[in-house]
């Protein structure tokens, strides 16, 4: 993995008061939300960042919902990582398998942060059960370290970054995906190296970058708007 280091000082103490402009911009962001194309009626899965739970992504599922998806949230609770998901992902896996289920057809993931990470370890081990991959600020191609909330990843999952078992989860997540993917990234964000977000070399990768904060970046509505618009780009034929 590229070594890359954490984002400055400065984007870290930003992180707040941009975060608190993000929820503000929501009251004024109507028109450019409802100017999306209405949706195909696929089923969508929401997985929320670390340490946070569905209502973290109840604003992006709702609006979502409103173009006619069928969206979900994870429904495991706050995102502690393998301490939530199991040790496998197990949990995780057994959730996206059964909406693919129910559904008789693969669900499109959208995950924030670690929720991406996760969402790309779903779709390399149920391939067939996951239509593609829209990850959104998620740290998944650069050293873990390459945060500011490495420490707090390792206090409430339990997993040491340096354990084998959490370097070869790494490698397989890194790797290329078989289903289509999107990386939304911020050059400018405060907690997670945004080059880490997205590899470069990765074959078919699509790549967006969105200047912005981390915190509440799933409330930005411009990075709801480019969601909403990957979505209607990849519509089933009827």
Request: proline fraction near 7%; charge should be neutral.
């Amino acid at each position: 993995m590229t070594e890359l280091r954490p984002p400055s000082l400065l984007l870290w103490a930003a992180e707040v008061p941009r975060a608190a402009a993000t929820v503000l911009s929501l009251a004024t962001a109507w028109r450019l939300l409802q100017g999306a194309r209405q949706g195909d009626g696929r089923p969508i899965m929401v997985l929320p960042g670390l340490v946070n739970s569905d209502r973290s992504t109840f604003v992006l599922r709702r609006y979502l919902a409103s173009l006619g998806y069928r969206v979900e949230g994870w429904g495991l609770g706050r995102n502690f990582g393998t301490r939530t998901v199991g040790p496998e992902a197990e949990l995780l896996f057994e959730r996206v398998h059964g909406l693919a289920t129910d559904c008789g057809e693969p669900v499109t993931l959208i995950g924030i942060s670690l929720g991406g990470i996760l969402a790309r370890l779903v779709a390399h081990r149920l391939a067939d059960d996951v239509r593609e991959v829209i990850t959104i600020a998620s740290p998944y191609a650069g050293d873990p370290r390459a945060t500011n909330v490495w420490r707090v990843y390792e206090l409430v999952s339990g997993e040491k970054l340096d354990s084998d078992d959490v370097r070869a989860r790494q490698q397989e997540i890194a790797a290329p995906l078989p289903v289509p993917t999107t990386a939304i990234w911020s050059r400018s964000d405060g907690l997670v190296n945004g080059l880490a977000c997205h590899a470069p070399a990765e074959p078919g990768l699509n790549t967006v970058e969105i200047p912005g904060s981390h915190m509440g970046v799933q409330l930005r509505p411009r990075v709801m708007r480019t969601v909403a618009d990957l979505l209607a780009a990849g519509q089933r034929q009827s």
